[in-house]
């Protein structure tokens, strides 16, 4: 088979499988569309500084769990990094912030 029968083969397989999905296609790109717009608010206030989790969660409004869970993923991904602490809590800071 030669490769531009194996790349039409598979848009073909593609196509069809997101059919038999869509469903389970639509509802992921609505979550990952929610986690990214909760992972703005949650960086929104560290533009002025390195913030805590409970600080985060004062300024936005969103569960302390739900923050810590979101800035695990984000440190995951060397979007977010660990700057101090303050008390007992870690202070956490955009990383494109502190290569500035």
Known sequence: MSTKEDAKSRAIL??????????????TQALL???KAIRRQICQ?????????????EHTGIPAHEILWHITA????DLIT???MCGEYYLYQRAEE???
């Open 14 to 27: 593609l196509k069809r499988l997101r059919a038999e999905h869509q469903e389970t296609v639509e509802r």
């Open 33 to 35: 569309k929610e986690q």
């Open 45 to 57: 206030p560290m533009r002025d500084g390195p913030k805590t989790i409970p600080e985060l969660a």
């Open 74 to 77: 984000m440190k995951k991904y």
């Open 82 to 84: 660990e700057t101090g």
């Open 98 to 100: 502190v290569k500035s």
